[in-house]
């Protein structure tokens, strides 16, 4: 048996990022992989980071890549993970998820050397995805629309070969030729030949490496390797050139110290990375993540290095013919597993260590003062280099918290709250920060107003049905009442129509009338200001209440029960009483089902440690459905819907959730028809404290 876990709060992490209109079609938008997490962000105008949707996965996103069909309106995903499948899904708006579009099985689960998902690329015109595998298999799908325009996909087609290593994949932009996909790889076919050459004690086994273009032949439906040439072995990271009407096509080859350009049958191009003055000489320097800027009439790329530092590249062209390769510096920002750029003149980047940043465009670097070398650049004895100076071309708008890596982690309450604090070490060298981490869901302070005692029940209401906001908020004490209203400030007021000489057990809306519950009786607020009071018989008092938006019930003491429906003219009226012969410990009401002029049923939880469903039916109303027993005394009961269900996928379901004296929740599956109550689990309530 296998178990899943969820975790309270995300990872911090971030593997990839890849900007898109997922949500329509101008809606610049970030996608994330946290792992196991698929998230959806997008910078408002303010320059904050907002995020859309998270959704759970279930598995590990080793990779994946925005695509857009032609003539479509947003950006679909492909994901490689280690499901051994590949798995198309798209940004539902309505639903707020990611809705799986289509899902094909093409090897074994785990992430494995040689099953495809460690390199996803896609056809920058949306016709085909490649996914690789680290070694050997490299599958192609066709993408494409049925009758109904909806997405279809084909079967794989192989582009396998064995005794090769993969390093990278991407989409050429050939504009509507026969898709090609750029592959670095090596060959390691000798080292398994009788007398194959032998590891170095000082550099191992060295192979060479090439440069691959694999055509994807759309009329004969099959994959052809086009084109093949040795590349630098230190090579590690293709950058797709635009092609078609936009550039020259082809790739940038990115390498220890140099960057070529390569496109078959054009000679290189090749110029050298500048480096830090404070890296040795003997050091080399590697490129680790890119993106593109690419406007009408011109683009240029960002590249960065292991070191940090971001370059901006560019190339002289005519037609398809690149004369010259230019790369400046620009910047320097802390290392980042993936950067890119976001159509709004934002930079995402997302961090290697410690927190991701949302960075502003001042400017292209159009200045001049940074260095430049290109590949007419001579040097001799020395590499061009710099000094890493202050953001000049950025500027950091916000930041997205992240605890990784964590490097110590303790559990102590020094804050003396009675509830311990976590204490984690996080992130190397400057990127270090110690991080307090407590139990519970962050606020932001909008108010503060002093009460006259100490509060022991509070509710927020709203003054009409129709109304979007809370307008009220009522407070309670032993023997008196506040109510506040709630506009630019927070007031005190004493108009509202509510008791304010008595404590409130409870109070709510039914209909468009407010409703407040205390001690000795019921008072109906009209809207005209109007008031009907009900007061309780002989010296009984009420103890616990429930309010819907049509019903409210009430326990006196002794353990009796009164109902109150909303009846034609607007007026609660008193519809039935039972006796339950003991006093009530808590009470809830249904919510009132979507065209239904009552809710089913009403819980009430006993100091003998059961809880029962009533039946508010006319026929029956207030007879006992259902009994449970619990494993101690009920505090609080909950009556609540949810969507979906294993058993009614597409429709809602009624839960019964308690909360006992012992810390422990109770949550119960209620028979929408028979009132049966099943347990479905229990669950501690210390952590969430």
């Known amino acids: 048996m296998y178990l899943y876990n969820l975790t309270l709060q995300r990872a911090g992490a971030i593997t990839q990022c890849a900007y898109g209109n997922f949500s329509g079609p101008k809606m610049h938008e970030v996608l994330v992989a946290r792992g196991k997490v698929l998230e959806l962000l997008r910078p408002d105008e303010a320059g904050k980071v907002q995020t859309v949707c998270a959704q759970e996965v279930f598995g590990v996103i080793r990779a994946f890549a925005p695509f857009r069909l032609t003539g479509a309106s947003k950006d679909c995903i492909v994901i490689g993970s280690d499901s051994g499948r590949i798995v198309i899904v798209e940004y539902d708006a309505d639903r707020n998820q990611f809705v799986k579009l289509h899902q094909e099985t093409f090897g074994k689960s785990g992430c494995r050397r040689i099953v495809p998902g460690q390199y996803m690329a896609a056809d920058p015109k949306g016709r085909a995805v490649m996914i690789g595998a680290t070694e050997k298999q490299k599958l192609v799908y066709i993408l494409n629309r049925d009758s109904a325009a909806r997405l279809t996909i084909s079967s794989p087609l192989e582009a396998h070969r064995g005794t090769h290593i993969i390093y990278n994949i991407v989409g050429v932009d050939v504009g509507f030729d026969n898709p090609i996909f750029a592959v670095i790889e090596m060959d390691y076919s000798d080292a398994d030949e009788p007398g194959g050459p032998a590891p170095d004690e000082e550099e191992g086994l060295s192979f060479p490496k090439h440069l691959t273009y694999y055509e994807l032949d759309l009329g004969l439906n099959h994959v052809v390797r086009k084109w093949s040439e040795r590349c630098d072995d230190g090579a590690n990271m293709l950058i797709p050139v635009p092609g078609g009407s936009d550039g020259p096509s082809g790739v940038l080859v990115c390498g220890e110290n140099w960057v ?62 690149v004369s010259n390769l230019h790369i400046t510096y620009f910047d320097s920002v802390p290392v980042c597993s993936s950067i890119c750029f976001i ?110 005692g100490n509060p022991n029940a509070v509710w927020t209401v709203k003054k009409s049905a129709s109304e979007e906001f809370d307008k009220y908020i009522v407070v309670s004490f032993r023997n008196a009442t506040l109510v ?34 205390h001690p000795t009786g019921l008072r109906h607020i009209r809207q005209d200001k109007r008031i009907s009071e009900w007061q309780t018989p002989g010296k009984k008092a009420i103890v616990k209440a429930a309010i819907n938006s049509r019903q409210v019930v009430l326990a006196l003491s002794g353990g009796e029960l009164v109902y109150f429906e909303l009846d034609l003219s607007g007026q609660l009226s008193e519809v039935e009483k039972k006796d339950l012969g003991q006093d009530v410990a808590c009470v809830d009401l249904g919510p009132v089902p979507a065209g239904r002029q009552r809710s089913k049923f009403l819980a009430v939880g006993g100091f003998d440690n059961t809880v029962k469903l009533l039946s508010l039916d006319p026929d029956d109303c207030l007879q006992v459905m259902s009994q449970q027993a619990l494993p101690t005394q009920p505090e609080s009961l909950c009556l609540i819907e949810m969507e979906g269900h294993l058993t009614n996928a597409s429709g809602s379901t009624l839960y019964l959730t308690a909360g006992l004296a012992n810390g422990v929740m109770v949550r119960t599956l209620v028979d929408s028809q028979s009132g049966t109550l099943s347990i479905l689990a229990l669950a501690s309530l210390e952590l969430f404290l």
């Open 484 to 517: 506040l209203s709630i506009g630019e400030t927070v007031e005190e007021v004493t108009d509202s129509g509510l008791l304010l000489t008595a404590a409130t057990l409870n109070v709510g809306l039914v209909g468009d009338d407010l409703v407040q519950v």
């Open 343 to 452: 159509k709004t003149g934002f930079l995402f980047a997302a961090s290697e260590l410690s927190n991701h940043g949302l960075y502003q465009f001042l400017s292209l670097g159009e200045d001049g003062d940074d260095i430049t070398v290109n590949a007419m650049t001579e040097f001799e004895d020395t590499w061009p280099s710099f000094e890493p100076r202050a953001l000049k071309s950025l500027l950091l708008a916000d930041e997205v918290e992240s605890i990784c890596p964590v490097l110590d982690f303790k559990v102590m309450d020094l804050a003396q709250e009675s509830t311990p604090q976590m204490y984690a070490l996080c992130g190397p060298a400057h990127r270090s920060s110690l991080r307090v981490l407590r139990h519970g869901l962050s606020v932001t302070e909008m108010a503060v107003s002093q009460l006259p």
């Open 260 to 321: 070529v350009y390569r496109a078959p049958g054009h000679p290189e191009v090749r110029t050298v990375i500048p480096r830090r003055s404070s890296v040795p000489e003997e050091r080399s320097v590697l490129l680790v993540n890119h993106t593109t800027i690419k406007q009408k009439g011109m683009f240029l790329f960002l590249a960065q290095s292991e070191f940090g530092d971001i370059y901006k590249i560019t190339l002289d062209t005519d037609n398809e013919t």
